[in-house]
């Protein structure tokens, strides 16, 4: 098991990889992930750091902020390290109300591409997510064939999912050539939970990913609501001398080989515990203790 980095496209002609952990963009936005950080500098600072420390990863999209992610990484690393990766996501749009809303009919998809092109000053994107709701309206199979169309004009590299089921799944790995899948999954939150807005089956695609050999990479994966499992994490923790955040990151590399976390923060001092948690080792018997 290999708990440091991943091949993404490692059936492509062009596998990227990337080094574990890497790094979610979306908590540098403003408060409600709406609107310029408090401090720009410091978020820039940050995503430096990041690489700095090894993190070649960096999630990202359109609708953080919006236009306010993109245009960070830009100002941080631009012109481009090679060994940098950049991973965006399209499928939503936000409201003038804050609000998250289905933005993934064909027409949408393509400005939703060009605009992240022109945001990374990018003229063709290393990794895209696709995503589209449920009951978000239109035909799923039009959409995705909007985005292969995308991928053979060159403004697509790599093609992934986003909160993707497993009808979805299906759908889409006997289309074209998948690399990675991004859905919401936890310590706290593996299995289907159909009231969730997110890619509700966590845990199910996760096993279609392993068996394809796909990258899976979870959002939200510091959740840690249940106090049960909370307390189990925090006896973990303690006993390695380690904060609960860590062991999540932890738990989930040892989960499988095929996960890719990507926690953010704002925090230097989080990230720093953050990319460490790639080196913390937990036996069989603990892995079982957490369940």
Known sequence: MNRQEIIIGKNTQSPLIARKPGYGTMRLTGQDFWGEPSDRNEAVKLLRKAYDLGVNFFDTADFYGPGVTNKLLVDAFYPYSQDLIIATKVGSIRGNDKSWQPYSKPEE??????????????????????????????????????????????????????????????????????????????????????????????????????????????????????????????????????????LNIAWLLHQSEWILPIPGTTSIKHLEENVAAASISLSKEEMAFLG
């Open 109 to 246: 998809l393509r400005k939703s591409i060009d605009n992240n092109l022109k945001e990374l000053k990018l003229e063709q994107l290393p990794l895209v997510h696709f995503g589209k709701a449920l009951g978000s309206g239109g035909s799923y199979g039009e959409s995705f064939e909007a985005m292969l169309e995308m991928q053979k004009e060159g403004k697509i590299l790599h093609l992934g999912l986003s909160n993707a089921s497993v009808e979805q799944f299906e759908f889409a790995t006997d289309k074209a050539e998948i690399v990675a899948v991004e859905n919401l999954y936890s310590y706290a939150q593996r299995t289907t939970d159909k009231s969730s807005p997110f890619g509700f089956q966590g845990g199910e695609v996760l096993e279609l990913c392993e068996k394809k050999s796909i990258p899976f990479i979870p959002f939200f994966s510091l959740q840690t609501s249940l106090p049960t499992e909370q307390q189990k994490l925090q006896q973990v923790a303690d006993n390695h001398g380690i904060s609960v955040a860590q």
